[in-house]
């Protein structure tokens, strides 16, 4: 009645075809039987949280400490002046954000030319400001000419 069975190891076998038989004569009580399901509704993706708004520093806090990295992000234009003479002036926008001891844990600026990008990042990831207390941000935009 069962006739030749599939093996997965050998596509037919005598033994397998016996414990296929002996799996036949063998009941299942009707609450073991395993029941079609219902397909259970996906969960929807929770939307990412709103970014926080940390409060902004001082204009006149972010200058001080900006004219002390001055020379340094100068040096970093005039690299990317030499690799590329005809530059014309470059708008920086940088935004930083500062934990509750004045440290960078990150700052963000797109720039076309990518040396000078990670040149002004690497620089800005150095900057300390005076401990705000809580986190905060800072905007910085300024032209290099």
């Known amino acids: 009645m069962l006739g030749l069975v599939t093996c997965w190891l050998c596509h037919w076998c005598p033994p397998c075809e016996a414990i296929a ?12 039987v395993e029941r079609p399901r219902s397909p259970q509704p996906q969960p929807q993706p929770s939307p990412p949280p709103p970014p926080v708004k940390r ?18 992000l100068a040096a970093c ?8 003479p005809s530059m014309g002036a470059i708008k920086i926008s940088l935004h930083l954000e500062i934990d509750a001891d004045g440290a960078v ?38 032209i290099a000419g």
């Open 21 to 32: 038989r002996q799996a036949a004569s063998i009941t299942v009580p009707a609450h073991d």
């Open 55 to 72: 409060p902004q520093l001082p204009d006149a806090v972010v200058v001080s400490v900006m004219d002390v990295a001055r020379p340094t």
């Open 77 to 84: 234009v005039r690299r990317a002046r030499t690799r590329d």
């Open 105 to 142: 844990t990150a700052a963000t600026l797109a720039l076309d030319d990518e040396l000078l990008q990670r040149c002004i990042l690497s620089v800005a990831r150095g900057l300390h400001f005076p401990a705000p207390g809580q986190p905060a941000a800072a905007e910085l935009a300024f």
